[in-house]
T-cell receptor, first 111, second 112 residues
Framework: GDSVTQMEGPVTLSEEAFLTINCTYT??????LFWYVQYPGEGLQLLLK?????DKGSNKGFEATYRKETTSFHLEKGSVQVSDSAVYFC??????????FGPGTRLSVLP | DAGITQSPRHKVTETGTPVTLRCHQT?????MYWYRQDPGHGLRLIHY???????DKGEVSDGYSVSRSKTEDFLLTLESATSSQTSVYFC???????????FGSGTRLTVV
């Protein structure tokens, strides 16, 4: 079945550092790919998405590019802030199936 | 989150008692989902609904039942709560496949 693998962390960075969280997937067909963010005590919020190969999703300084050749959707941000501390989930939606979430990556950004 | 509310936000209950969690949406979305989130297990799908009175099981459905008598409400019932059902429960909605989900704020359930 479909699956999502992501680095589990925790990832600890200093403020203004560059962030990469790796995500790879296994799926038949052409799924849509998503990144969700969960702040402490809250539900998951959609951060960005891409629906086809080579699409780039972006939001709040975060970016991810749908790479079908490497089955990847890595999340990047050029300069993280303390307020970016959260858990980040990579997910796929293969039309006709239910969502598949990765295990989540906890990010801590230190001032 | 706007358009989706879960109640209660927190609940403590005793082993063996029935418990019902409610998810209410104002978006008129077709799909509704119940997940549980546990450390080390991530998000696991319990049940989902693809329309009024149309529901199906997810990967961890044992001990849970659901009902959807109206588009806007999706109820999750723990028939006889056990300590292993202590968890944070999230409801999610979606208008269609491939659109992504909108999540509620969660219900923290403790079974003692």
């Amino acid at each position: 079945g479909d699956s999502v693998t992501q680095m589990e962390g925790p990832v600890t960075l200093s403020e203004e550092a560059f962030l990469t969280i790796n995500c790879t997937y296994t799926a038949t067909g052409y799924p849509s790919l998503f990144w969700y963010v969960q702040y402490p005590g809250e539900g998951l919020q959609l951060l960005l998405k891409a629906t086809k190969a080579d699409d780039k999703g972006s939001n709040k300084g975060f970016e991810a590019t749908y790479r079908k050749e490497t089955t990847s959707f890595h999340l990047e941000k050029g300069s993280v802030q303390v307020s970016d501390s959260a858990v980040y989930f990579c997910a796929l939606d293969n039309y006709g199936q239910n969502f598949v979430f990765g295990p989540g990556t906890r990010l801590s950004v230190l001032p | 989150d706007a358009g989706i509310t879960q109640s209660p936000r927190h609940k403590v209950t005793e082993t063996g008692t029935p418990v019902t969690l409610r998810c209410h949406q104002t978006e008129n979305h077709r799909y509704m989902y119940w997940y549980r989130q546990d450390p080390g297990h991530g998000l696991r799908l319990i049940h989902y609904s693809y329309g009024v009175k149309d529901t199906d099981k997810g990967e961890v459905s044992d001990g849970y039942s659901v009902s959807r008598s109206k588009t806007e409400d999706f109820l999750l019932t723990l028939e006889s709560a056990t300590s292993s059902q202590t968890s944070v429960y999230f409801c999610a909605i979606s208008p269609d496949k491939n659109y992504g989900y909108t999540f509620g704020s969660g219900t923290r359930l403790t079974v003692v």
